[in-house]
Structures are given as structure tokens and as C-alpha cells.
């Protein structure tokens, strides 16, 4: 009898596996693995579950993905367990198991002691990591402490194609690229290994996605605002597309387009909507799967639709992750998808390779604006017209990726706090590399450089705008409000809210010329400040006294030498929210301007 090949790794694979066990030889501090969607994350699992030497489990949060990666290390002729009761297997004794976090947080006695002739565990593998929440209650993190409490070195990995919380930014502290990517607490501390999407298709190990402008009429969403957890709510998603004009005629282009095409999924906004749509497909070749769809008739569908039985298959948000038919190469998006990392779950259903598939056609008639290959910058998106720039950081080099706003090729703002580069911690600001070594990225820090802060009065430290405490001194920062309440009890102080900011070029006394900056609140009040820009001692003060706060985009370059340069580029600056003045002599001086702020008084922008 031929005994069954083991599965060979491709080279990122390889590479993928060798970082992880290199870091967790220097550290303890959870990690991340991120591929793309197709890319083979069971066969990293497999393969850093084979070379273990001590107790894994491998968690997923759908039966689907905890049966894909079992098979997967069952391929190497080994054996493992299983510990899911949609499964209907709950077995915890062998070396390595695979669990639902459902099944395992529910049975956690099991885990929490050694079993017979077997140690505790010590490397926990998380599939879909994006899902691991920040609250310290939330199921993965419950199973994690568990394990912690019998081995306080216990590894953690997780992988996924989508690194990024809606709400809560990147996953993850640091990229072994060397830059920040999420704040300093997330709980996974390192990316060690990424393999970008726009390379697995260059290489050939994905399908090439092909996005279309379609030519009917599209949904409009644009009106809709996500509830506060960022999510749309579906009533107010069905008020848009139910009995919507325009669905007979998208569902007929999408019929057209589908003629050459193997396989094709519809990502409904609604169950109502989804019906609608399965309406207006031809009956014998498709199938609708929601919520609500019993589990023996999803699998039946699932089953036709794989062996091509069936060519549509419409679904409201159920077969985004853990579902995987290769053939698939059209995907139809109907629905606004409130955050990158579900398009990219959406389209990654149609990037795997399959015998005559060529490409994946993505029609998207609900107007999303991300971008599959270079979707997200790591934070909420400020503004609906708000796109990814790059930033250098003037101080160590690092092309920091903010969102942000260009005129052309021009950033005009940004709305970046921070540069993310990794710096050598024993240097100041030496300029952030690329390091291959995550051993070498723990002896580094995170560079400095602020483009927006508040100043400690009492160290002059610059900290993040948000901050509470100096992190120089420690000492209690002074409130916004208090601030502000403050000068309006002085008799010989004038507090602004500024409504407006005017430049103009003019003269002083001795006819020398001087950039007058005055500042005015909604009932006509006013403070003013001047500037020289004559020589470079003043210009250089000009940039640390007033570009480094009213650029709309920090650290950009901008040297004027003229107040006439300085108005002539007025579109790239921004004016305070309040402005607190101080009697000196029979004239007003500029002594407090608050950017960025928020708290109990009502700035003039929010003027009804």
C-alpha cells in the first residue's frame, strides 16, 4: 500500500513557520501570523503543531475551520484530537486538539490540569485572531488565562487574513517591519510574519481580483450611520434595498456577467433582501442560506453548490469565513460592509485557485470604498472623503501610513498622532529599518516623534493629545476645561471661541514685513499674534510656534520664507478651537491655543 505524501510547504510557509518558532525562542509575548485568504493558514498550523514538542491547541470559532485544520494535521499521518460539540466529539487527550472556542470555553476543567501521561499545554494556535476581543471576559481570553494558570509560559499564536478590529484599529503593537502598527496594550504584542496579498497573486498561489464599476444603477447606503458598534442594523438596511428598483436590473447584469463564470456568491443586506434577490435567479441553479437556514439543509446546499449542482448561492452574512469552494470566481457584493476586514473575508471566498479559473470577477453595487489591497490604516476613518497617505516622520525617516487628504500628489492633512517607525532603543532617533529578526525587534522602541500633543507645563514634554498623566514627569496633565475655566474668572484674560482665522501680510513700526495672524470668535471678538520670517533663526521659530500646530498635515515639509508664501498655502492650515489671550499693557497677547479639543464647552463649529 503507497503511503499518502506529507504535505509540502510552499516558501512563505516555510518562512511563516520558521519566525514563529524564532520568536517564541526569545519571548513570551503573544504573536501574530497574517496570510491571505486561501493561502494555506492549515498547513502553518499543521506544520508548528508536528513540531511542537510540548501540548497544542489549536482554537477556531466555527466547526468548519476547527474540521479544515484537523484534517490538515491528520495529513501528516499523525493523530489529533477534537473538542467541538457541533463536531460531536469532545476528546482532550492526545498531544494536539482542535477545539471551537465555544465547546472549549464551556469545558474549560478539561484543559486547565494536565492529562494522564501529558503535560499542560503549551502553545495555544488561534484561527481567525481578528475575533479575540480586547475584554478581558470575552471567551479566547477566558481560555487563555486558564491555560496561563498552568503554564504561566504558555505560547500564544494567532493567525489571520485580516489583522484588525472594527472599532479598535490593528490587532497587534509591532510589524517586523519595524513600525507600530496598534496601541502599546493590545494583547498580541508582534507580527511576525506577513505575506501580502498583491505578492501571493503576482506569485500565482491566488486568483487575481478583478473589481468592476457596475453598470446599472447602484444602492445607496450613504445615508446610513453603524450603530456604536459599528455595525449597520439590518431594518435600516432593508428600508435601502427592499423592493428597490434597481434589484431586478443588478440581479440581471449579474446573470449576464455570470455566463463564462464557475461559481458565484451574493452577499445579501437583509434576509428580505436576500429573498428578493434569490427571486430573480434562475430557480434550478440556486440557493439562499441565512441565519435562521437549518443545519442539515445548509450543509445539503453547501454540498450542491461545491459539486456545481448549484450555480448561485445568496447568503446574509453567514459564509464569510470558514467556507471554501475554489471555484468560485464572482462575487456580488449588495450590502455596505462596515469594515475591511469583512470585504476582505467577502472576497477572499473567490482568490483560491481552482482548474480553469482564470480570475474572480467583484461586482459591488453598495458603493464600499476599500481597498482589497492596501484596505485599512489601522484607526476608524475620520472622514467619509478620507484616504490612506504616507507620512515621513521627520525625525527618524519611517513612511508612516495615516488617513489623511491630498490636492493631487500634495498632502494637505493628516490625521496621524504618532510616527509608528521602530527605533534601536539605545539610540535617540536613529532612522527605523526594516529587521527580519523579531529577536532584534524586541530591543526596539517606537520613535518619539509626535505630530500632534499637548505640552506638560511643567517638563514640556510633548504627549499624545488624549493623554491624562506626562509620561516625563507624571504628572497630572491640566484639563482642557479647566483651562479654559480658568481664564474666563480673569479679569485681564479673553478666551475665544474661535469661529475663524484670518492671514494677512503687513508691516510693523519700521515698515519691516510681518505675517498678522488674528483670530476671531462668532460675535466679532478678536486676538492677534505676528511673525517675522526674515531670517532663518525666525523662520525656524515661525515652524515651532505655529506650523508645528496649525498644519493640517504635521511633518510635511513647508518652509515659507514670506508671509505672501505663508497665505498663498492658507488651505493646508488650521485654526484652534479656542484661544486664550492676556492683557499686557493696552494690548492683548496670545498666551494658549487648544487644538483638537474635546470636552464640555461647545466649539464654534458645532453652532447650530
Known amino acids: 500500500m503507497t503511503e499518502k505524501p506529507v504535505p509540502s510547504l510552499r516558501p512563505y510557509q516555510r518562512e511563516a513557520v520558521r519566525r514563529v518558532i524564532e520568536h517564541f525562542r526569545g519571548s513570551d509575548d503573544p504573536a501574530v501570523v497574517v496570510l491571505p485568504t486561501g493561502s494555506g493558514k492549515s498547513l502553518v498550523i499543521a506544520e508548528l503543531a508536528r513540531l511542537a514538542r510540548g501540548r497544542v491547541l489549536v482554537l477556531a470559532h466555527v466547526r468548519e475551520l476547527v474540521e479544515q485544520n484537523h484534517a490538515k494535521y491528520l495529513a501528516y499521518g499523525l493523530e489529533a484530537d477534537i473538542f467541538s460539540a457541533g463536531l460531536g466529539r469532545k476528546e482532550a487527550e492526545r498531544q494536539v486538539v482542535f477545539g471551537s472556542v465555544q465547546s472549549v470555553v464551556r469545558g474549560l476543567d478539561r484543559f486547565a490540569s494536565p492529562a494522564p501521561g501529558q503535560g499542560s499545554f503549551t502553545l495555544l494556535v488561534i484561527d481567525e485572531c481578528h475575533r479575540v476581543s480586547p475584554a478581558e471576559d470575552a471567551s479566547y481570553r477566558r481560555v487563555i488565562e486558564r491555560l496561563r494558570s498552568a503554564n504561566p509560559r504558555l505560547k500564544v499564536l494567532g493567525l489571520t487574513a485580516t489583522p484588525y478590529r472594527l472599532g479598535q484599529g490593528f490587532i497587534y503593537h509591532r510589524h517586523h517591519h519595524g513600525m507600530v502598527r496598534g496601541e502599546a496594550d493590545c494583547f498580541f504584542q508582534e507580527c511576525v510574519f506577513e505575506q501580502p496579498l498583491r505578492l501571493m497573486v503576482k506569485q500565482g498561489y491566488l486568483a487575481e481580483p478583478v473589481r468592476v464599476d457596475a453598470a446599472v444603477e447602484r444602492y445607496d447606503f450613504s445615508a446610513l450611520t453603524p450603530t456604536t458598534s459599528g455595525l449597520f442594523r439590518e431594518e435600516e438596511l432593508n428600508r435601502v434595498v427592499a423592493d428597490h428598483r434597481a434589484t431586478p436590473g443588478i440581479i440581471a447584469e449579474v446573470v449576464e456577467r455570470a455566463r463564462d463564470r464557475q461559481g458565484v456568491m451574493l452577499f445579501a443586506a437583509s434576509v428580505a433582501h436576500a429573498d428578493e434577490i434569490l427571486g430573480y435567479l434562475p430557480p434550478e441553479e440556486s440557493a439562499l442560506i441565512t441565519g435562521e437556514t437549518p443545519s442539515a439543509e445548509r450543509e445539503r446546499i453547501i454540498d450542491a453548490f461545491k459539486a456545481r449542482k448549484l450555480k448561485y448561492l445568496v447568503n446574509v452574512a453567514v459564509l464569510t469565513t470558514g467556507f471554501d469552494a475554489p471555484h468560485v470566481d464572482l462575487i456580488v457584493i449588495l450590502r455596505p460592509t462596515e469594515s475591511v476586514s469583512l470585504y476582505q473575508q467577502i472576497a477572499g471566498r473567490g482568490l483560491r485557485l481552482s482548474p480553469g479559473k482564470r480570475d474572480c470577477l467583484i461586482l459591488d453595487y453598495a458603493g464600499n470604498p476599500w481597498d482589497l489591497y492596501a484596505p485599512e490604516v489601522g484607526s476608524p476613518k475620520p472622514t467619509g472623503d478620507s484616504e490612506p497617505v504616507q507620512v515621513e516622520c521627520p525625525a527618524c525617516g519611517h513612511a508612516n501610513l495615516f488617513w489623511g487628504k491630498r490636492d493631487g500628489d ?51 514634554a510633548e504627549n499624545d493629545i488624549a493623554a491624562r498623566r506626562c509620561h516625563g514627569c507624571g504628572v497630572q496633565l491640566v484639563d482642557a476645561d479647566d483651562k479654559l475655566k480658568e481664564a474666563l474668572r480673569l479679569r485681564d484674560a479673553r478666551v475665544l471661541r474661535v469661529a475663524g482665522m484670518q492671514l494677512e501680510a503687513t508691516v510693523n513700526g519700521r515698515g519691516l514685513p510681518r505675517l498678522k495672524v488674528t483670530y476671531h470668535d462668532e460675535d466679532g471678538m478678536t486676538l492677534a499674534e505676528w511673525f517675522a520670517l526674515e531670517t532663518p533663526a525666525q523662520r525656524g521659530a515661525f515652524a515651532a510656534a505655529f506650523l508645528r500646530e496649525h498644519l493640517r498635515a504635521p511633518g510635511m515639509p513647508f518652509w515659507p520664507e514670506t508671509p505672501e508664501q505663508v497665505i498663498a498655502e492658507r488651505h493646508r492650515l488650521r485654526h484652534p478651537d479656542f484661544v486664550v489671550g492676556r492683557r499686557v499693557g493696552r494690548h492683548w497677547q496670545v498666551r494658549e491655543k487648544l487644538f483638537d479639543y474635546v470636552g464640555r464647552f461647545r466649539r464654534a463649529a458645532e453652532a447650530e
Open 410 to 460: 500634495l498632502v494637505i492633512e493628516h490625521f496621524g498622532r504618532r510616527c509608528q517607525g521602530l527605533v534601536l532603543s539605545s539610540r535617540a532617533r536613529p532612522r527605523a529599518k526594516s529587521v527580519n529578526s523579531t529577536s532584534t525587534t524586541a530591543a526596539m522602541e517606537q520613535c518619539s516623534f509626535r505630530f500632534r500633543f499637548k505640552v506638560c507645563g511643567d517638563c514640556g
